[in-house]
């Protein structure tokens, strides 16, 4: 499911559909996941492409970064930032998505459906 409320939506989704649980998945981690990285990286003058990281939960106030298994080439990032600086930089992910939607004056529609779509789809 790409869909807003994503979590109400993937449950009604599974309940109508009568497939199993692990047949119906929301997708909401992929971009928020991302953001982070991105920020991270900036912070740190890396490539996103160094960092390996998870979020969970939904986007704002549930959102579960988890920092302790965040790493830039294997070494921890709570390692390499103060914790002010990170808990920064998680604030700032957990609103990402309401940063964007002020800057376009729309919500994305783009970017998640890109996200799940594979990449040689978009090769010319």
């Not at 991270?40 to 988890?66: N, R, Y």
């Not at 070494?75 to 700032?92: G, Q, S, Y």
């Not at 783009?110 to 010319?124: E, I, N, Q």
Request: net charge positive; hydrophobic share 45%.
């Amino acid at each position: 499911m790409v869909s807003n409320p994503l979590d109400v939506m993937t449950y009604a989704c599974w309940k109508a559909s009568g497939l199993s649980d692990k047949r119906v998945l929301g997708m909401a981690g992929v971009l928020d996941t991302a953001r982070y990285r991105a920020f991270l990286a900036e912070a740190l003058h890396v490539s996103p492409k160094d960092i390996q990281a998870m979020l969970m939960g939904g986007h704002g106030d549930t959102m579960v970064p988890l920092p302790r298994y965040t790493t830039v080439s294997g070494i921890p990032v709570t390692e390499m930032l103060k914790k002010e600086k990170l808990d920064a930089i998680i604030e700032r992910t957990k609103f990402g998505g309401g940063e964007l939607v002020n800057l376009m004056g729309t919500s994305a529609w783009y970017a998640p459906r890109r996200s799940l779509l594979p990449k040689w789809l978009f090769r010319s």
